[in-house]
């Protein structure tokens, strides 16, 4: 009998993936390609995850001169590499112990860096000031929401402690939550009025917890996953007056803040709405908002960095949140420097800010576009629907399904809109994920698909999207 | 401050408070960067806001890492990873051809050709592959399954994340963990966090800190009243101790975790850092596999291993990973979800440990130069070993035990019973009175051993032994010096 029988039993609470099963089928249909098997397409487009990179998008050649002078140090002697590419790398190397990039580096991050990030937050910010102390360089922020949540979340507490989370959401918090004893306390999204939060479904959520767990935080995203809203000043102000009415710990998850596509659409910050307010909120209300190198135009995935930043959290617990990250040592140092490209990038009148805007501009028209062929496309089709995508890196198209496709997926023992993913998967080699995922309104489905692809790539996939939702629609009619 | 709180009026509450935090995070300490390293981070500010002290730098000897303390990177590491990082320089011919193949085939391994994508979250599957093959050729063909193979954001991922698989239970049947005592202190962390309960396991000092079966049952019997062990944890070559268990005292612990039903957790990071003559490196697996199908088809088990130390010591790119034997099926379904929580390990990471698996061959051209470099590294930590024993052992007061492998020293040291007073008066613990002592006095800073346990009433000290030569010579007399005026001052 294996020692392992018993396990956390939180960790088998935690949903498992629909993702990964399509990701096997995936792999499978890509080895029937590579050996030749006929299909309607040659290859897969894979817009399942956030990643940038993945789908061909090309990373800053600025960012990626600097981690490579920075690797490797024998380059600054190169002609291969801008000046200032070489500047940064070596400003860096004096500041990482040994001067190397193999060396931890303070619990926190870069100290420099770090002051650098707080910059950036003031001048994003309107001015709002922000302390370097209480920002800490995390391995992703899915890394630093842990370790907030871990604090939160109070095992022994009976009833469970609950967090408010956005539905749809993505699933990494939620999956985090629930493997750490918590529960989840989801609010809906209004999506006729494309992905709005409204307070009324806050206080909703908020009564059903109810008798069931203790609510300490409320997780939002903004720009969203996958719903593409991007929240309106007066909603943030609405949503930091709800928290600080009904004592909850803010979350505000920020990652895709340098995305946005939308008309007249403009990302503010809570931490700016916040200062902006004033006290008694300014000096109240306890945040923590996270940002990434993952999802800004820099993509960088991989490299698994970003930084959370911490306001009016008491002092005797920010101890307990630094021994917490401290024993992970430091964050990716390839990751840190990125960070600090990003948060710091060239400027006017250096050689290489005209390749670097050239670059980030044509990443931000590409998601423009993208959101915009998205939006008419689908919008046209019978049977799909798709809210204006106006931040973020992915659409979540509403799927209208016939009664039989529901009967059929429901007989093969699948969601129904895992059942379409799989087909427009093995039908037309456009693998997105599911809505039944992100938690959505019951008896409503969706797909997510990432738009940060190039243009061509894009267009691709919206054609075979459309010729297979057609001949879907006509067999399930 | 704000206005209220000047007038003295009352203020609003926090949401968030040390009475309604998780419990656990509360009793989380970490001393390899606790309070010490944060007074030598001070002192650092101060030396170079130009504040007079008695030192001139502060020598960080609290940390085991290579690169900080002018160790150098291994240099076709390096070039290769480089090369991933921007392309475009596998046009530049000042690159070697081995590190441009072994770039190439990394990047066509990653999404988009970028080391930007994510990867799976077990990690890019040729790697895997890769480490199962350099695996199988350390344990003498022993075969390895690349899917058991899961890389990590260092060996500290991976070790958290299977104890958090692993705690469960209340009260009396809580899940119970075998750790030696002295330990590295991510162990006691990771339990404290997760509520587990620590079964500590002494190692003994007087036998070059080895580990003894005896002490093993000792343990688990007195815990068996109050929880339920589960799970056995070893450091091979050890931290802080640098003790390199014998092969059979290997075979015994494996026999005793089949005959008490333990889950087996080998870290052996530190499997190339071996000094000692007559001390070799045994890996658990190999042992497990050579005592026969009785014992390999059945004993349950997680190796762990790292990029950041070695002779690489590339600790900034946080690479790693973890092998798991026997493992349920189901479990491992289970530890397949919850890794994928975190999305993936850092890829240049995962690059790197490529590389560490899969070096120059002796027809390549950058051989010669990577076997001369990687020799000079373990040649310069094995002469810095033996330096620091015999430095050590000359001061009255300081007993120090062969450094057979790992990074470390962990001397004992003799303290005054006015000097522990002293401490407990400032309400330290008194090899952290001695400690901070040394810390404001010469500049150097150590890590006390009540930072990783250590048995009733002794008292110890953990440094590393990785300064350059020179500056460790300095360095050992310094302390040896301090040692000598902190006993007269004391006694």
Known sequence: MSVLQKINPDVKLMK?????????????????????????????????????????????????????????????????????????????????????????????????????????ITR???????????????????????????????????PRTGVLTPAPGHDKAVLSIVGMGGETIPYYLTEEQGWALQVEELQRALDSAQGVCKPVALYVINPGNPAGHVQSRKSIQEVIRFVSEKRLFLLADEVYQDCVQGENTEFVSYKRVLNEMGPPFSETVELASFHSVSKSVMGECGLR??????????????????????????????????????????????????????????????????????????????????QPVDGGAFAFPRVFLPPKAIKKAKD?????????????????????????????????????????????????????????????????? | MSQQAVNGVQCRAKVLTLDNMNPYVKRVEYAVRGPIVQRAVQLEKELKEGIKKPFTEVIKANIGDAHAMGQKPITFLRQVLALCAYPELLEDNKFPEDAKKRAQ??????????????????????????????????????????????????????????????????????????????????????????????????????????????????ALNEARQHCNPRVLCIINPGNPTGQVQSRQCIEDVIRFAKEEHLFLMADEVYQDNVYAEGCKFHSFK???????????????????????????????????YMEVINMDPEVKAQLTKLVSVRLCPPVPGQALLDLVVNPPQPDEPSYTTFVKERTAVLAALAEKARLTEQVFNTVPGITCNPVQGAMYTFPRITLPQKAIDKAKEEGKVPD???????????????????GFGQKEGTFHFRMTILPPTEKLKVVLQKIREFHIRFTQEFS
Not at chain 1, 48 to 76: E, N, W
Not at chain 1, 323 to 350: E, R, Y
Not at chain 2, 133 to 153: A, F, V
């Open chain 1, 16 to 120: 498992q993936l629909e993702y990964a099963f399509m990701a096997k089928l995936a792999i499978h249909i890509k080895e029937q390609l590579r050996k030749g098997v006929k299909k309607p397409y040659k290859t897969i487009i894979d817009v399942s995850f956030g990643d940038p990179h993945k789908a061909g998008v090309k990373p800053l050649t600025f960012a990626r001169q600097v981690i490579a002078a920075c690797t490797y140090p024998k380059l600054m002697n190169s002609d291969k590499l801008p000046l200032d590419a070489k500047q940064r790398a070596q400003w860096l190397l004096d500041r990482c112990p040994g001067q190397s990039v193999g060396s931890y580096t303070a619990t926190a991050g870069i100290p420099e860096t770090v002051h650098k990030i707080s910059a950036f």
């Open chain 1, 124 to 158: 994003r910010d309107g001015g709002a000031p922000s302390d370097p102390k209480n920002i800490f360089i995390t391995a992703g922020s899915q890394w630093a929401l842990m370790n907030i949540l871990n604090v939160l979340v109070n095992k022994q507490a009976s």
């Open chain 1, 305 to 386: 960095c970003g930084y959370v930043e911490l306001v009016n959290v008491d002092p005797a617990v920010m101890k307990h949140i630094f021994t917490l990250f401290s024993k992970g040592s430091c964050s990716p140092v390839l990751g840190q420097i990125a960070l600090d490209v990003m948060i710091n990038p060239p400027q006017p009148g250096d050689p290489s800010y005209t390749l670097y805007n050239q670059e980030t501009q044509h990443i931000r028209d590409m998601l423009i576009q993208n959101a915009k062929r998205v939006y008419e496309v689908v919008n046209s089709l019978p049977g799909l629907s798709c």
């Open chain 1, 412 to 477: 093969l023992g699948m969601e129904p809109d895992t059942f379409y993913s799989v087909r427009l998967l093995e039908e037309a080699g456009v693998f997105v994920r599911p809505g039944c995922g992100y938690k959505q309104k019951k008896d409503t489905y969706h797909i997510r698909f990432c738009i940060m692809t190039p243009r061509d790539m894009m267009d691709e996939l919206l054609g075979r999207l459309t010729s297979f939702h057609r001949k879907f629609m006509m067999d399930f009619a």
């Open chain 2, 105 to 218: 085939r990394i990047l066509d391994a990653c999404g988009g050709h970028s080391i930007g994508a994510y990867s799976a979250s077990q990690g890019i599957e040729c790697i895997r592959q890769d480490v199962s093959r350099y695996i199988e050729k350390r344990d003498g063909g022993i075969p390895s399954n690349p899917d058991n193979i899961y890389l990590s954001t260092g060996a500290s991922d991976a070790i958290v994340t299977m104890l958090k698989l692993m705690v469960c239970g209340e009260g009396r049947d809580r899940t119970g963990v075998m750790i030696s005592i002295p330990q590295y202190p991510l162990y006691s962390a990771a339990l404290a966090e997760l509520g587990a309960v620590q079964i500590s396991y002494y190692l003994d000092e007087d036998k070059c800190w080895s580990l003894d079966v005896k002490e093993l049952r000792r």
């Open chain 2, 286 to 320: 190999k042992v497990l596999f050579e005592m026969g199908p009785e014992y390999s088809s059945t004993v349950e088990m997680a190796s762990f291993h790292s990029t950041s130390k070695c002779y690489m010591g590339e600790c900034g790119f946080r690479g790693g």
């Open chain 2, 432 to 450: 952290m009175f001695y400690c901070m002592k040394l810390l404001e006095e010469e500049g150097i800073c150590l890590v006390p051993g009540s």
